[in-house]
C-alpha cells in the first residue's frame, strides 16, 4: 500500500480531485495529467494490484449485506469516454477483478428499433444494478445527451429536456439507496489518432476497427461541446462527475478503481450477524 | 504448459475422461479422485494460471467473430452440484479470469412467483448468451428435475416430462450454433459437512449458511438418484454431461478450465478478416 498512501492528503482523495466543480472547463485538464497521484507508471500499476483484494472483499461485504442483511445498497459505474479512451480495459483490468458473480456489465450500443420506441431510459432501467451489486454501465443514458445532440438524432427541444430528466432519474437511484459513480475518461484528439492507427496495425485487432470511427474524429469539437454540456447540467451533489485524465490508461484505471474503492468504503459495510443459533447449527450438523 | 502437457494423452482429455458414458454409475466415481491429471495441488494451480492467456485469447476470438464476422457461434457453460460443491469458487477463480465483457452468468436461485406462472424453461430462455458470448449458469433448468423432484414440487408426472423437453430444448441451442457444456460438480457428503462446517466457525462466512442446509442433507441419497436420472436421460451425443471430481477444489476448476479450453480450441475460432481496405483507412486517419 505505500505507494498510494504517499500520496493521500484526504480520505477520499481521487474523488477531491477529479470531481467536477462549478467553472470546471473540460479543455483545461491536461489528458495526461496524474491527479492525487505522484507515481509513475509501474508504481500505479503496482498500487492498482495492491487494492485488487480490498475492492475483492469490499465487493463481498456488498453482496452479504443484500444476502444476509436485507440491504438495498448497490453501486452504479457509469463510463462515458470517446471511441478507444480504454472502457473496455477498464472493464478487464478493474471490473474484471472483482468477483464476476458481484458484478452486472451492460455495454449500451447503438438503440434498437424496439428500445427507439420506448423512452430513453427505459434500456436503462432494466440494466440496473439488483441490491447488493456493482452496476457498471460502458456508454449510458448520456449517450441520449451526446452522440444523440452531435447528430440531432433527435430535434433539440427533445435532447435539451433530457439533462433534467437525467437528474431526476439518478436521484432516483441515490434516493434507491444506489451509489452513482460517473466517470468520464478524457483523452486528446492526438491520443485517439495513436490508438485507432494501432489498431489499424494489427490484423487481430481489426474487428475493433469501423471507418465510421474516423468519420466521428471530425465531430471532435462537438463531443466536447457535448460532454462539457453533460457535466454542467447533470452534476448534482449526489450523483457528481468526475473525469479521469485518460492519455495514460495506467492511470485512468488506478483512478476509477480507487473511485469506487472511496465510494465503498465511505459506506461502512459490516458483514451481516447470523439470524441463527451458530452453536445449536454446529450440533445439528455434527449429528448428520 | 510443461505440466499439464505431460498428462495429456489425446486433443482432449479432460473432455475424454469426464464425459459421462452408456453405464456410467455416480456412486462408484471417487470425488477426490483427478481423472486426466497426474499433479498434486501446486501444479494443479499453476498449470490453472498457465492457461489463463489462452482461454482469455479464445474467448476474445469467439466475440471478434461476432462482432467482425456475424458469426452467431456461442458457449453456454451450465454448472450444476450440491451446495458447498465449489460453483461459486468457478466462477471467481475460472470464469472471473477472462474478461468479464465476454461473459454473462446467471445464478438461478428458487424462483419467483412469476417464473412459477411460466413453463419452466421461461427463466432459462431469456439468460441465453448472444452470440460470442459464453454464457454461464450457476444451477440451470436442471434444477427442475432436481430439487423439484426430491421434494416433490410438481407432481411425478409433470417432472418425468422434463427430460425429453430439456433434450429438446438443448439440440435447439446446439443447433442454433451453442456450444453446451454441462458439468455436474461432484462431492461426498463427508466434504459437504466439513465445508459448511467451516462456514460455521466463520463470522465472515454465516451469510452464506443457511439452517436449510443442513435439512437438506437428509435428502443426499434422493440428490445423487436424481443427479443419476439426469445424467442418464439427457446425456445426448451433442450435449453430453460432464462428471467432475470436486472434493479437491483446485482439480475442480483446472477440470472445467480444460474442458471449456478444449471445446473453444475445436472451434478452431479465426480472426474476423478486415471488411475495409486497411491502407486506405490508414492514409484518412493520417489526414486527421
Not at 463510463?79 to 472502457?87: E, L, P
Not at 451533489?237 to 468504503?265: G, M
Request: proline share 6%; aromatic share 8%.
Amino acid at each position: 500500500m505505500a505507494k498510494i498512501k504517499r500520496t493521500i492528503e484526504t480520505d477520499r482523495p481521487f474523488a477531491d480531485a477529479l470531481r467536477v466543480r462549478e467553472g470546471f472547463v473540460l479543455s483545461d485538464l491536461d489528458p495526461r495529467s496524474t491527479p492525487a497521484f505522484t507515481g509513475k507508471k509501474d508504481d500505479g500499476k503496482a498500487a492498482l494490484l495492491e487494492h485488487d483484494d480490498e475492492l475483492s472483499g469490499l465487493q463481498e461485504k456488498l453482496y452479504a449485506a443484500s444476502v444476509g442483511g436485507n440491504s438495498r445498497r448497490r453501486v452504479l459505474l457509469v463510463v462515458q469516454g470517446m471511441d478507444t479512451s480504454g472502457k473496455g480495459g477498464l472493464m478487464r483490468h478493474v471490473v474484471g477483478l472483482v468477483d464476476p458473480q458481484g458484478v452486472q456489465i451492460t455495454a449500451f450500443k447503438k438503440p434498437t428499433e424496439e428500445e427507439l420506441s420506448h423512452p430513453f431510459l427505459w434500456r436503462i432501467r432494466k440494466r440496473l444494478p439488483e441490491p447488493g451489486k456493482i452496476g457498471v454501465f460502458d456508454r449510458s443514458h448520456y449517450e441520449d445527451v451526446l452522440v444523440v445532440r452531435v447528430h440531432d438524432l433527435v430535434p433539440p427541444q427533445q435532447w435539451a429536456r433530457r439533462y433534467a430528466t437525467i437528474n431526476d432519474f439518478e436521484q432516483g437511484l441515490v434516493d434507491d439507496e444506489t451509489s452513482v459513480v460517473k466517470v468520464m475518461l478524457h483523452i486528446s484528439s492526438a491520443e485517439q489518432k495513436d490508438r485507432l492507427g494501432r489498431r489499424l496495425d494489427r490484423p487481430d485487432k481489426h474487428w475493433k476497427f469501423n471507418p465510421g470511427d474516423i468519420d466521428e474524429r471530425e465531430h471532435w469539437p462537438a463531443y466536447q461541446e457535448a460532454y462539457q454540456a453533460a457535466l454542467d447540467r447533470c452534476n448534482s451533489e449526489s450523483a457528481p462527475w468526475f473525469v479521469v485524465p485518460a492519455d495514460r490508461k495506467w492511470y485512468a484505471r488506478l483512478a476509477v478503481q480507487q473511485l469506487l474503492l472511496e465510494h465503498l468504503r465511505a459506506l461502512d459495510l459490516q458483514w451481516p450477524v447470523a439470524d441463527f443459533d451458530v452453536q445449536e447449527q454446529k450440533k445439528r450438523l455434527a449429528r448428520t
